[in-house]
């Protein structure tokens, strides 16, 4: 079966301090991995995705496969990173399909 | 300007009544999707279509209905038989590379 855990709910930090939000999954092939973001009013949009090993707005995620861990990561956070942010999983079959975690609120304060 | 429109942004229905969202995409996608999203579960997936005239349950497929009539239109019906219908509902459409979401409707029965 597919699953996505992001393990925090909430994740509070001051505004240039690192942020990392955890993602961890579970699934025997070899999977497809996303970050999504959903700004306040604004409708849910891909962040970034691991094959394409890009930096979106200074945020980067690496695949391990051996932690199978998918973790979001930026050294200094800005107060408009302020979203929520959902890790996803596709199971690369052919068909897009994503399971998605129950994501996890990052708040930058001043 | 290309996209994913959902309507209407709010719903209210009363208990026992059956009630349509609607969805439409001029992005040439093939696939569609329908998702629920409630604080602290995520998304998860109740229906999806990856062509025309084809529609597959997912997760929590109960109580809902689809229909996919025409490329650009998957609308969501959300019968008497589902038994907590309060939720946002988001749809997405696809073609490689992640979803495109639209802006979610949310169904509040009275």
């Known amino acids: 079966a597919q699953r996505v855990t992001q393990p925090e709910k909430l994740l509070s930090v001051f505004k240039g301090a690192p942020v990392e939000l955890k993602c961890n999954y579970s699934y025997s092939g070899s999977p497809e991995l996303f970050w999504y973001v959903q700004y306040s009013r604004q409708r849910l949009q891909l962040l970034l995705r691991?094959?394409s090993r890009e930096s979106i707005k200074g945020f980067t995620a690496d695949l391990n496969k051996g932690e199978t861990s998918f973790h979001l990561k930026k050294p200094f956070a800005q107060e408009e990173d302020s979203a929520m942010y959902y890790c996803?999983?596709?199971?690369?079959?052919?068909?897009?399909?994503?399971?998605f975690g129950t994501g996890t609120r990052l708040l930058v304060s001043p | 300007d290309g996209g994913i429109t959902q309507s209407p942004k709010y719903l209210f229905r009363k208990e026992g009544q059956n009630v349509t969202l609607s969805c439409e995409q001029n992005?040439?996608?093939?696939?569609m999707y329908w998702y629920r999203q409630d604080p602290g579960q995520g998304l998860r997936l109740i229906y999806y279509s990856q062509i025309v005239n084809d529609f597959q349950k997912g997760d929590i497929a109960e109580g809902y209905s689809v229909s996919r009539e025409k490329k650009e239109s998957f609308p969501l019906t959300v019968t008497s038989a589902q038994k907590n219908p309060t939720a946002f509902y988001l749809c997405a459409s696809s073609i490689t590379g992640g979803y495109t979401f639209g802006s979610g409707t949310r169904l509040t029965v009275v």
């Open positions: 992005l040439n996608h093939d696939a």
């Open positions: 996803a999983l596709d199971g690369n079959t052919g068909f897009q399909k994503l399971v």
């Open positions: 691991h094959i």
